[in-house]
C-alpha cells in the first residue's frame, strides 16, 4: 500500500497529481483544523467476482479520538462525528480536489500496484512528448501519430531494445524480419534512451560516461522513412553507413 500526503497549500502538496488552481477554500471549513481526509480505492470483495464498487474512489476521515463506553447501557459512544462522512468519486484527481476545496489535509491510499501503474504512464506520456518533439525537430512531424502508434504496440510485438542484440541502428532499420511498426518503435525508443543517458552524462554521472549514439540512431530514422517515401525501399547498412 502506498501513500501520498498532502493538503491544500502549494507548498507541502506532494501527491503526483497536478495542483488546482484556487485551491485554498473561499470559505471557512466547518471540518477540525485537524481533520484529514483519507482517500482510498475499494478492492473487489472475496465473496463475489464482480468489480462494480471497486472503479471509483471513497474519501473518509479516520476517528481523532477514541471511543468510549457509555456506564449505564454498555454502549460504545464516542464524540468524534466526522467519522460518519463518507464521500465517493469516480476518479482519484476528484476526490483530491474535493479535499482542497475543503481546505483539509489529505492521504491517497493506493492500491498495490497502482503508484507502479500510475509511473509506467506518466514514463510513456514523457515518452510520446519527446518522440513529437524529435520527429518535428527532423521534418518529420507529420509521422507523430504513426510512431505513437508503433511506440504503443512495443510490449504487444515484443520489440527488442535498441542496441542489445550489438546491431547498429541502421541494422535495425534495414531489417526485413522486423516490421516497419517494430523498426519505428525501436529506433525512436532506442533514440529517446540515448538521450536520457546523454542527460545523465552531462550531470556528472560517472557510470554514464560513454560515446552516445544519439546521431546515430537518428540518421537511422531518417534513412528509414527516406526508404518508406521511395516505394518501400529500404536502405541497405552499406548505404545507411555512408550517409
Do not use: C
Not at 93 to 121: C, D, M, N, S, T
Not at 159 to 165: A, S, T, Y
Amino acid at each position: 500500500m502506498n501513500v501520498i500526503s498532502g493538503d491544500f497549500t502549494g507548498q507541502s502538496h506532494v501527491s503526483p497529481i497536478l495542483s488546482q488552481v484556487g485551491s485554498r477554500p473561499d470559505w471557512d471549513s466547518s471540518l477540525p483544523d485537524d481533520a484529514v481526509a483519507r482517500i482510498w480505492k475499494p478492492s473487489k470483495s472475496a465473496m463475489t467476482s464482480g468489480r462494480t464498487r471497486t472503479k471509483g474512489w471513497k474519501m473518509s476521515f479516520p476517528r481523532r479520538t477514541g471511543p468510549w463506553l457509555e456506564p449505564l447501557m454498555g454502549w460504545t459512544g464516542g464524540d468524534d462525528t466526522i467519522q460518519q462522512i463518507d464521500l465517493s468519486f469516480p476518479t482519484l484527481e476528484a476526490a483530491i480536489r474535493h479535499a482542497k476545496r475543503l481546505g483539509v489535509a489529505y492521504e491517497v491510499h493506493l492500491p498495490a500496484g497502482e503508484a507502479a501503474r500510475r509511473a509506467a504512464r506518466a514514463r510513456d506520456r514523457q515518452a510520446e512528448l519527446w518522440s513529437d518533439a524529435t520527429l518535428s525537430r527532423l521534418g518529420l512531424s507529420e509521422m507523430r501519430q504513426t510512431y505513437r502508434d508503433a511506440m504503443a504496440g512495443a510490449k504487444r510485438r515484443g520489440d527488442p531494445k535498441g542496441g542489445d542484440d550489438g546491431r547498429s541502428p541502421i541494422e535495425v532499420a534495414s531489417d526485413a524480419s522486423l516490421s516497419l511498426e517494430a523498426r519505428r518503435s525501436i529506433l525512436m525508443n532506442w533514440a529517446y534512451t540515448e538521450y536520457l543517458q546523454d542527460v545523465a552524462s552531462t550531470e556528472g554521472m560517472p557510470e554514464n560516461q560513454r560515446a552516445s549514439q544519439f546521431a546515430e540512431v537518428e540518421r537511422a530514422l531518417l534513412a528509414l522513412e527516406a526508404a518508406v517515401a521511395a516505394d518501400g525501399l529500404y536502405p541497405s547498412v552499406e548505404e545507411g553507413r555512408a550517409a
